[in-house]
C-alpha cells in the first residue's frame, strides 16, 4: 500500500494515539444516572459571558496564518501570544523583502475587569529574521518571552528569554538558557514554582523539570527514559507543601513521578496508588490556590483533591447556555468556588461558506458566574450518553434548543461510562491491533450499558453508540421510526433510513453516515453493477491490483468486517443460522484471497514510527493508483478520491456473496432508550435533528445526511468551494515536511454530486457492528482460515456461542 504520512507526524501521531490508549484506564467510578431527577432552584447553574479578544494583528494586512495561546493570567490581567504571518503578494519584491512585515508576534495584554485588549506588544520589533517567539510565561506579574535563535551560519540553535515590562512594552533583560529544551508551561506548588521544558531528539523525546525555591534557587530535573518517549507533563500535584507528583504521557501509558521540591530528587512511583485519577480525560490542568488540581474533558471541569482521593466534575458544560462543543476546545485559566474563566481559538469549520476559516481563529474569554437559581428549576433531566463527552457543533445547538423551549425537560450531556480496556501501546503495531482494541472497548461498554438500562439507571439517549450492536433489541432501545415518521423518498434518502434497521425496526438513527466500499472506475464492477460478488473481487484483486489488497484487515477481522455488511441474512429475530450458503462463500473467500495479518506498521525497516494511511486517514489506495477502500462521510472524502485516482468516482461495494452495492456506515447517530424517563420527549429531540435546516447545517459542515435537498446544497457549493481553493487538502507532506499537491488536479462539477447521490442510492445494507460477535467470530474462525479446523466444525461451534450471547440478552 502507499503511504501517505510524513516523519515529521509521526512523533504527534504516537502522542494523539497514546491518548486513546489513556482513555482506556480504569479512573474513576462512574456514577449514578441523574434521569428522572427534577431540577431544583440550586442545581448549579452557571451564567456565562462572551468576549471576543483583540489579537493585535494589522487590519491593513491579510493574515495567512494566525495562531494564539493563553500564556497566563493573574487577577489583573490575562495574557496571550500570537504567532503567525500575513500574506504575501505574487509579485513580491525579493530583493527588498522584510521578513519583520509579514510576521506575525504579537504579546497581547487583557484586562480582567473590562475583557478589552489594553496593550499590544509588537515581538517583530525585538526579535530579528532568525529568531521565533515559542512561548511566553506569565506569573507573579512578570512576563518572560522565550525564543529560539539560529546562527545563519551553523544554523545550531539557542533557546534564549526576554523579560518585558508590562507597562511601555520594553525588553528590560536578556539571558540565554541554558538547556537543551523549550518551556512548555508552569505550575504552582504552594510557594514553589515547577516549570516543564520538551526536549525532541532524533532518537528520543524527554522533559526537564525546573524547580524555583522561594529563595529564588533553581533545580532542575529530567524525567527520562531511554526506552520510551515522553510526550508531555500533563500535570504536578501538591501533595505537601514541598512535595508533588508529577503526570507524565510517555510512549507506553502514564507516567507517575513523585518530586521532592527541597532536594529536587525524582522517584517514580507505583501507578496503582493514583488508579483512582481518570488520567484518559485529562486535557489542560490548572493548580488552583485552594490547593487543589482543576482540569477540563471533553464533558466539564473536575477537580482532584488529593488530600480525599477525589477527582469529580464540579462543572457540567450542560450547566450553562453555552454550545459545549465551544468549550471542549478551551484552556481553564482561572477558577474559584463560584466563577470559572475559559479562553483560547475558535476555528470556523464550515467548509463551504464564505465565513469558513481553517487558518485564522478568534480568540475567546467566557467568564462563567454561579447563578443564585437555576433558570430551568421544575424541569426533568434526561440523560444524554456521549463517549468522553462529546458532541459535534449542530448537536450541542439542537441540545440547547431543546433545552430552551422544551417547558418540561432539559437535557444533561454525559461521559459516565469508561472502559477498562488497557494495553501497552507497543504492542499496538499494526490495523488489526487497533480495530482488536476498539472491538474490546465497544463489547465492555455495551455491557455496560446494556446492564443498567435493564436496573434503571441507563441514559434516555445515547449519542454515536451505534457500534454497540447488542443494545438493537427492544429490551433496551426504542424504535425511532414513530418519531421520523413516514419519509418521502424524493426529499430523504429513504434506503439509509431502511438499512439502518434492525428486524424492522430503527433503533439508531443515522443523523449523519458514511458509505464503505472501493472507489474505483466503474468499468470494473462485478455483473451487479454496483460491487462485487467473492468471486468478482478476487479476480479483481489479482488482475487489477496486482495482488494487494486495498482492505488493509487480516484475515480475521477482514471477515468479520464482511458478515457486519451481511448480518442481516445470518442473524434474524434473536436467532443465528450460519448455515446459509452465504456465510460459507464469505469464509472461504477469506482464506483463499487475504493476508493472515495486516501489515507491521513499521514492516517497510524505517526507523521511525509508521502507520498505514487507513489509521491516520480512514482510507488506503493502491499502488497503481486504480482503486482505494473508502470510508466516505462527505465531498471532502468523495473529492480526495478523485484526484487521488484521476477522476475514477464509483464506490463499488466490498466483497460479498450477492454483489450488493457499498455499505452504510453511521457517521452521527442517535438513539433512545426504552427505559427513558420518557420516551416521546427523547422523540421530540430526535424530531429536531430531522429538520430542514438542521440537516442543512449538517451537510454544509461536509457531512452526509439523509435529506436529499440538503445534501445537494452542500454538494454544489463543495464543487465551487474547492474548485476555488485549487483542489481538496488531503494532508499530504514530504520527509522534509513540505506540502504535497495532488498528483491529479481535477476541475469538480455538479455532476459529480449526481454520481455521488447515486452511490448512495445504491446503498441496501447497514454495516451492523456488533462487537461481542465480532470477537466470537474473530476467535473462532481462526483455526479455519490458518487449516487447523475444517469450516463445518467452526461454524457449528461460531454459531452455537452466537446464539448463546443471543439468549442472553432475551
Known amino acids: 500500500m502507499k503511504r501517505v504520512i510524513t516523519k515529521a507526524a509521526t512523533a504527534l501521531l504516537a502522542f494523539s494515539m497514546m491518548l486513546s490508549v489513556a482513555s482506556c484506564s480504569k479512573g474513576k467510578s462512574e456514577s449514578k444516572s441523574n434521569s428522572g431527577k427534577k431540577i431544583s432552584d440550586d442545581t448549579p447553574w452557571y451564567d456565562a459571558e462572551i468576549f471576543e479578544v483583540e489579537q493585535g494583528l494589522d487590519k491593513s494586512k491579510e493574515a495567512e496564518y494566525a495562531f494564539s495561546r493563553f500564556v497566563g493570567s493573574d487577577d489583573k490581567y490575562v495574557i496571550l ?13 525579493w530583493e527588498n523583502y522584510n521578513y519583520a512585515d509579514y510576521s506575525i508576534s504579537v504579546i497581547s495584554v487583557i484586562d480582567r475587569a473590562t475583557k478589552k485588549t489594553v496593550k499590544t506588544i509588537d515581538l517583530n520589533k525585538e526579535l530579528s529574521d532568525s529568531e521565533y517567539a515559542e512561548n511566553a510565561r506569565y506569573l507573579d506579574g512578570k512576563l518572560t518571552l522565550i525564543y529560539t535563535s539560529y546562527d545563519t551560519t551553523t544554523w545550531e540553535m539557542a533557546v534564549k528569554e526576554k523579560d518585558i515590562d508590562l507597562e511601555s512594552g520594553n525588553v528590560i533583560g536578556t539571558r540565554d538558557v541554558d538547556s537543551p529544551g523549550v518551556f512548555q508551561r508552569s505550575f504552582k506548588v504552594g510557594e514553589y514554582t515547577v516549570e516543564s521544558e520538551a526536549v525532541w531528539n532524533t532518537e528520543t523525546s524527554y522533559f526537564i523539570l525546573n524547580i524555583y525555591s522561594p529563595d529564588g534557587s533553581k533545580q532542575q530535573v529530567e524525567i527520562k527514559d531511554e526506552r520510551k518517549n515522553v510526550f508531555e507533563v500533563s500535570a504536578v500535584i501538591p501533595l505537601s507543601e514541598d512535595k508533588a507528583l508529577v503526570i507524565a504521557y510517555v510512549e507506553n501509558g502514564n507516567g507517575y513521578y513523585e518530586l521532592d521540591l527541597k532536594s529536587g530528587k525524582l522517584t517514580e512511583t507505583d501507578s496503582k496508588d493514583y488508579e483512582w485519577l481518570d488520567l484518559g480525560i485529562m486535557y489542560n490542568t490548572l493548580n488552583g490556590p485552594d490547593g487543589n488540581v482543576y482540569y477540563t474533558t471533553p464533558a466539564g471541569i473536575s477537580k482532584i483533591d488529593m488530600k480525599k482521593k477525589t477527582d469529580e466534575e464540579m462543572f457540567n458544560y450542560s450547566w450553562c447556555g453555552i454550545n459545549r462543543n465551544i468549550m471542549t476546545n478551551l484552556q481553564l485559566a482561572d477558577v474559584s468556588e463560584d466563577s470559572i474563566l475559559l479562553c483560547g481559538d475558535q476555528y470556523i469549520m464550515n467548509p463551504f461558506t464564505q465565513t469558513a476559516n481553517y487558518n485564522n481563529a478568534d480568540f475567546y474569554l467566557i467568564e462563567f458566574t454561579k447563578a443564585a437559581k437555576n433558570p430551568h428549576a421544575g424541569k426533568t433531566i434526561l440523560e444524554m450518553y456521549s463517549s468522553y463527552g462529546y458532541t459535534d457543533d449542530k448537536t450541542a445547538d439542537v441540545i440547547l434548543e431543546f433545552n430552551k423551549t422544551s417547558s418540561d425537560y432539559f437535557i444533561e450531556v454525559t461521559d459516565r461510562y469508561k472502559s477498562t480496556v488497557s494495553y501497552d501501546y507497543d504492542d499496538m503495531k499494526s490495523d488489526d491491533d487497533m480495530e482488536a482494541v476498539w472491538l474490546n472497548r465497544s463489547a465492555e461498554l455495551s455491557n455496560k450499558l446494556a446492564m443498567d438500562i435493564m436496573n434503571g439507571d441507563g441514559p434516555d439517549m445515547l449519542l454515536d453508540a ?13 424504535d425511532l421510526t414513530p418519531y421520523i415518521g413516514q419519509l418521502d423518498s424524493d426529499k430523504f434518502f429513504t434506503n439509509i433510513a ?7 425496526k430503527l433503533y439508531n438513527l443515522p443523523v449523519c453516515f458514511s458509505v464503505e466500499g472501493i472507489q474505483t472506475d466503474s468499468k470494473y464492477a462485478g455483473k451487479s453493477g454496483i460491487g462485487f460478488t467473492t468471486e468478482e473481487y478476487a479476480k479483481f484483486l489479482k488482475e487489477t491490483l496486482n495482488g494487494t489488497d486495498v482492505i488493509s ?35 472461504e473467500f477469506v482464506k483463499d484471497n487475504v493476508q493472515e495479518k495486516s501489515k507491521d506498521w513499521n514492516e517497510d525497516g524505517e526507523d521511525d514510527l509508521g502507520y498505514s494511511t487507513y489509521a491516520i486517514y480512514g482510507y488506503t489506495t493502491s499502488e497503481n493508483g486504480l482503486a482505494m477502500y473508502t470510508i466516505c462521510g462527505g465531498y471532502f472524502d468523495y473529492f480526495r478520491g478523485l484526484e487521488e485516482l484521476n477522476g475514477a468516482s464509483a464506490i463499488l461495494g466490498i466483497p460479498s456473496a450477492d454483489g450488493h452495492g457499498p455499505t452504510v456506515n453511521y457517521y ?17 429531540f430526535v424530531k429536531m435533528l430531522m429538520s430542514d435546516s438542521v ?5 454544509m459542515q461536509g457531512y452526509l445526511v439523509l435529506n436529499r435537498a440538503a445534501f445537494r446544497k452542500a454538494g454544489e457549493a463543495a464543487v465551487d468551494y474547492y474548485n476555488k481553493a485549487g483542489g481538496v487538502d488531503i494532508n499530504q507532506y514530504d520527509q522534509y515536511g513540505n506540502p504535497v499537491p495532488p498528483k491529479n488536479k481535477l476541475k469538480f462539477n455538479y455532476g459529480q454530486v449526481d454520481e455521488l447521490e447515486n452511490i448512495i442510492l445504491a446503498c441496501k445494507d447497514m454495516n451492523t457492528e456488533d462487537a461481542a460477535i465480532n470477537l466470537i467470530l474473530v476467535e473462532e474462525m481462526q483455526p479455519y482460515f490458518a487449516g487447523q479446523k475444517d469450516l463445518n466444525a467452526v461454524l457449528e461451534v461460531a454459531q452455537d456461542r452466537v446464539q448463546k450471547v443471543l439468549d442472553e440478552r432475551g
Do not use: H, W
Open 553 to 587: 484487515s487480516g484475515q480475521a477481522l477482514y471477515f468479520a468486517n464482511l458478515f457486519n455488511g451481511m448480518s442481516n441474512r445470518f442473524i434474524k429475530n434473536g436467532k443465528a443460522d450460519f448455515s446459509d450458503p452465504d456465510f460459507a462463500t464469505l469464509a
Open 498 to 504: 431502511e438499512a439502518a434497521k434492525v428486524d424492522g
Open 81 to 93: 501570544l500570537t504567532n503567525g504571518n500575513y500574506k504575501m503578494p505574487d509579485n513580491i519584491d
Open 668 to 684: 452521527s447517530s442517535i438513539a433512545v432508550s426504552s427505559q427513558s424517563a420518557n420516551v416521546e420527549a427523547c422523540g421530540e
Open 695 to 699: 440537516q442543512e447545517d449538517y451537510a
Open 466 to 478: 451505534s457500534s454497540y450492536g447488542q443494545l438493537n433489541n427492544p429490551n433496551y432501545l426504542a
